[in-house]
Structures are given as structure tokens and as C-alpha cells.
């Protein structure tokens, strides 16, 4: 079910603190469409955009590039952090794929980072405002 524009997928994360996955994926969803909200990504309801945020082991970031370029238009990637955008034409959709190793738990603060970036890159790319610094 996806009630915001922005929608976050984060099954295979180790969340720190107490939070689980599905929460923190919850919390941060709001906080990324609030974000988007701040600076008018949705003012005119026949343009808004769709993002999908999957969040994905780090073992299997290369394949999933490989797998998408195929069948998507790539809009960004950035290596070293292990982040990608794409833009699906089929759907109408943009994906972004964060790659996160899975032996460790992550932080919310860099969960956001990592957002925050691609939510600016697919600003860029369709012109729509970039987000407020962190």
C-alpha cells in the first residue's frame, strides 16, 4: 500500500535502536514527502512525481543495476554510496536503489542522507525545487 507520492521499501534493513524495518521505512517515508511537501514537489496534482526508494543488500547493488539499465532510463548513480535513480517509462515512475550492507545496522540519520540525495538528483532531473539541507 502507498499512500505518498514517495514510497520506501526497506525489508532487508537492520534498523539501529529499537525501531524495526517496516517502522523506520514508515517514519522516514513521512519525513521525505514532508520534505518534498516544504518545497511545492506537490502543488500541482497533475504533475506529481512517484518515487519508489528500495533499499537493498549491498551484495546485490551491481546486479540490480544491471538488471534495471535494461529495461529503465538511468537518470543517476553515484558508486561510492551506492545509489541509483531510474526512471521507468512503463510506469511513470521513478526508482531509486540504496544499497545498504546487511551485517551491520544502519542509522536513521544516514537512511536520510542517502534519501535526501536522491530526492534531490530526481529534482534535478525533472526540475522541481531541491530539498532543504539536512
Not at 62 to 85: E, F, G
Request: hydrophobic share 45%; charged share 15%; proline share 1%.
Amino acid at each position: 500500500m502507498q499512500d505518498f507520492p514517495i514510497g520506501i521499501c526497506a525489508k532487508s534493513i537492520q534498523v539501529a535502536g529499537d525501531l524495526n524495518a517496516e517502522k523506520a521505512a514508515t517514519l522516514l517515508e513521512a519525513w521525505i514527502n514532508f520534505e518534498a511537501l516544504k518545497v511545492g514537489w506537490f502543488a500541482d496534482e497533475s504533475q506529481i512525481i512517484n518515487l519508489q526508494c528500495k533499499i537493498i543488500p549491498l551484495d546485490t547493488f551491481s546486479q540490480q543495476l544491471k538488471n534495471q539499465q535494461s529495461h529503465m532510463r538511468v537518470c543517476s548513480i553515484d558508486d561510492a554510496q551506492q545509489l541509483a535513480l531510474f526512471h521507468c517509462k512503463t510506469q511513470q515512475c521513478y526508482f531509486a536503489y540504496i544499497a545498504h550492507n546487511t551485517s551491520v545496522s544502519i542509522t536513521q540519520g544516514k537512511l536520510k542522507f542517502k534519501l535526501h540525495w536522491v530526492a534531490n538528483q530526481l529534482a534535478q532531473v525533472v526540475g522541481l525545487s531541491r530539498l532543504n539541507s539536512l
